[in-house]
Nanobody, 123 residues
């Protein structure tokens, strides 16, 4: 099993940037595809982006295209989400998740979850 801990959230003004990190421990991180999700108050959890176990494959939903970049460093057991040009509607708790399945582009594929990190974008 993989344990995941997110960090890097905070309060930022609209137009600003944040880089979220997700540190993994436990079973081989490099075997897992990783994803980022978010959940705003009163809304369902939303799939944001994903990356294959090797990092060569990435997937972005419409909310993340252009402004967000997912990456990973398997030597550091860490996955990142670089978020630029942030908007107030990006305010949410951001979660990272892991899966051994090849279908990392499907939100239902994820088995391991972190506790989340709060991102607040002020207007």
């Amino acid at each position: 099993q993989v344990q995941l801990v997110e960090s890097g959230g905070g309060l930022v003004q609209a137009g600003g940037s944040l880089r979220l990190s997700c540190a993994a421990s436990g079973r081989a991180f490099s075997s897992h595809a990783m994803g980022w999700f978010r959940q705003a108050p009163g809304k369902e959890r939303e799939f944001v982006a994903a990356i294959s176990w090797s990092g060569t494959g990435t997937y972005y939903t419409d909310v993340a295209k252009v402004r967000f970049t997912i990456s990973r460093d398997n030597a550091k057991n860490t996955v990142y989400l670089q978020m630029n040009s942030l908007k107030p509607e990006d305010t949410a708790v951001y979660y990272c998740a892991g899966t051994l399945r090849r279908t990392y582009y499907l939100p239902g594929s994820y088995d391991y979850w972190g506790q989340g990190t709060q991102v607040t974008v002020s207007s």
